[in-house]
């Protein structure tokens, strides 16, 4: 059973930048789809970023794209995510999770476990 704790998170400034943790434990991660989502009061948990295992495909939804950056180190078993740029419309809590073996295509937050705790991105105007 895979472990996963997020860390990183904080308060910042619009336009100012914050890179998140994803630390596994458990489970060599890199041989699995991780997936970033955030869940801001009031709104549905939603995907942010995800990266496959092997050749390292990511995905960022338009809202992310070209401001985030989703990346592993499998030496650290970790996955972070770069955050650039940042707006008040980003602020959330931040979660990793693994994708469920059998899935593919766009990734959604149902086909995803081991959830960790969070950790809370709040971006000031």
């Known amino acids: 059973q895979v472990q996963l704790v997020e860390s990183g998170g904080g308060l910042v400034q619009t336009g100012g930048s914050l890179r998140l943790s994803c630390a596994a434990s458990?489970?060599?991660?890199?041989?699995?789809?991780i997936g970033w989502f955030r869940q801001a009061p009031g709104k549905e948990r939603e995907v942010v970023a995800s990266?496959?295992?092997?050749?390292?495909?990511?995905y960022y939804p338009n809202s992310v794209k070209g401001r985030f950056t989703i990346s592993r180190d499998n030496a650290k078993n970790t996955v972070y995510l770069q955050m650039n740029s940042l707006q008040p419309e980003d602020t959330a809590v931040y979660y990793c999770?693994?994708?469920?073996?059998?899935?593919?295509?766009?990734?959604?937050?149902?086909?995803?476990?081991?959830w960790g705790q969070g950790t809370q991105v709040t971006v000031s105007s």
């Open positions: 999770a693994v994708r469920s073996p059998g899935y593919s295509g766009y990734p959604q937050v149902t086909q995803y476990e081991a």
């Open positions: 990266i496959s295992p092997n050749i390292n495909h990511t």
């Open positions: 458990g489970r060599t991660v890199s041989r699995y789809t």
